[in-house]
């Protein structure tokens, strides 16, 4: 999500308060220092696939065809999680959860069995929400490995998504990420849910931007995104649009560890 901080997962208003202070910085991979990753977009891995994937969850999709966009929540679970996930499930729309560890993973490992059992994509959206390029290589790896053991033990699946707090990489996040078997996957679609709890303003944010193969970023910890969601998969769905998990985005190719995916 593009703007916690350690102690923010607290409340959603304290989410809210810091948010605002870098609300792009997700977006530009304008990293720490000189350095600068180059991204991969979901049509060129589509283009040059490793092996022939096919889409899984609620039914195969080739978006080399189809108008796909994946939708994504960050930083759960939440109190309002099992209520999207009824949502998801009436829709019959899949998602990628992007889940932090402390207080959320911890506190509603039902919901995140329940994901994986849904069709949904688990991945890591780290432990404690620290900006990675701000801390020490060993404490990354501490990161990215605390919520992967935890989703793995809950749903027998090992994550092999991760989205860094904030958007924030560089050349260390990038290669231990890599060296954990971890590609990042960035968004190309943002209601800054994060600075309002007006649903219909979050839901005509996310349309104005929407475009085939986008990312979605959504936040199921604030109380006017859920309602939200209905509204944007219908309208979505009535322009055309097939919705798809990040992996099913990138088939018959597939996310490799240590590459960033951005629309």
């Known amino acids: 999500m593009p703007s916690l901080t350690r102690k923010m997962t607290r409340t959603g208003k304290a989410f809210r308060a810091a948010a605002v202070f870098s609300a792009a910085a997700g977006l530009t991979l304008a990293l720490s220092g000189c350095t600068r990753l180059d991204t991969t977009a979901p049509s060129t891995v589509r283009a040059h696939p490793a092996s022939d994937v096919q889409a899984a969850g609620y039914g195969a999709v080739d978006c080399r065809t189809a108008k796909c966009i994946a939708l994504t929540f960050d930083a759960g679970p939440s109190e309002n999680s099992a209520r999207l996930l009824d949502i998801l499930k009436e829709k019959k729309v899949p ?48 990161e990215l490995k605390r919520p992967n053991d935890a989703i793995e033990k809950l749903t027998g699946h090992r994550p092999t998504l991760m989205r860094p707090p904030q958007g924030r990489t560089n050349d260390t996040v990038n290669a231990i990420s890599k060296e954990m078997g971890l590609a990042e996957v960035l968004w190309s679609v943002t209601a800054k849910d994060y600075t309002t709890n007006d649903s219909a303003l979050i839901e005509k944010r996310v349309l104005e931007q929407a475009s085939r193969d986008g990312i979605i970023l959504l936040h199921d910890i604030y109380p006017g995104t859920v309602p939200a969601v209905p509204g944007i998969i219908d309208a979505l769905k009535e322009r055309g649009y097939v919705f798809v998990t990040v992996p099913q985005l990138l088939a018959p190719g597939k996310a490799e560890p240590g590459q960033v995916y951005r629309p």
């Open 95 to 142: 998602a990628t959860f992007f889940l932090l560890g402390a207080r959320h993973i911890e506190k509603y490992p039902e919901l995140v069995k329940r994901m994986a059992a849904e069709g949904h994509e688990v991945a890591s959206h780290t432990w404690d929400h620290k900006i990675l390029t701000k801390i020490e290589p060993d404490e990354i790896r501490d």
